[in-house]
Every structure is written in structure tokens, then in C-alpha cells.
């Protein structure tokens, strides 16, 4: 947020504030975050985040919750992640996906593709 904007915003009382959630499982997610046991890296696996777990959506509806709250009404122009600590503990949260090979990308892009695919088809059907 520039400057000038978080004083235009703050004069009308307007928070802008960010969320960055690290690894909180969804349906579907971990199939194309870690489509193959080799990319089980980083933020798809649990043993790389310092909490030694993955998020759960009530911590995140908590905070999201918190921030729109009156409670909260001077907090502004932040980014607040919330993942376990796995932003302070890794260099880059996919950073090992850099030791997979051409073959482990090309069965990891087939496997992520016919997901979509079917996806796509279950989304389509009537």
C-alpha cells in the first residue's frame, strides 16, 4: 500500500489488510500441490512446517473474522500469514520442487491435467 493511499483510505476509515495462509488442505488441493510423492515438499508437507501440522479453516476463519471485527479497527495496511511458521522456518516454500526431474514434471503434469479434466466434466454434468 502506497503512502498516499493508506492516507486517503485511513481518513474514511477503510483497513486494508492481507492474508497470506500457508498449507490449509481443501478438496483437491493437495492433488495438485503434491500430484506425485516426490512434490510432497515444502508447504504440502506437514513435517516442514514448524508447528508440525497443517491449518485448519476454523484458524482461518478466525483471523478473517478478526479482522473485519471493531476489535481490529486500527489494523491496517499489513499482511498477516498465517501458516504454522512455515515462512520464517523454509527458504521458499517450493524451493525442493527444483530436484525433481524431467520425468517427475511430466507424470506431475498428467496427473494434475486428467484432475482437471475430470473436475471440469463433474462441474459440467447436469
Wanted: with cysteine.
Amino acid at each position: 500500500m502506497t503512502m498516499s493511499l493508506a492516507v486517503e483510505w485511513g481518513r474514511h476509515n477503510i483497513r486494508v489488510n492481507a492474508v497470506a495462509p500457508g498449507p490449509f488442505p481443501t478438496e483437491s488441493a493437495w492433488e495438485k500441490l503434491a500430484p506425485i510423492p516426490k512434490a510432497n515438499v515444502g508447504a504440502a508437507s506437514a513435517e516442514k512446517v514448524p508447528m508440525g501440522r497443517f491449518g485448519r479453516m476454523d484458524e482461518l476463519c478466525n483471523l478473517l473474522t478478526f479482522l473485519q471485527s471493531d476489535g481490529c479497527d486500527y489494523l491496517t495496511g499489513q499482511n498477516i500469514a498465517i501458516d504454522g511458521g512455515h515462512h520464517l522456518a523454509s527458504p521458499s516454500t517450493f524451493a525442493e520442487l527444483g530436484a525433481l526431474t524431467a520425468e517427475d514434471w511430466a507424470e506431475a503434469k498428467q496427473l494434475v491435467r486428467a484432475r482437471a479434466v475430470q473436475e471440469k466434466a463433474q462441474r459440467s454434468a447436469g
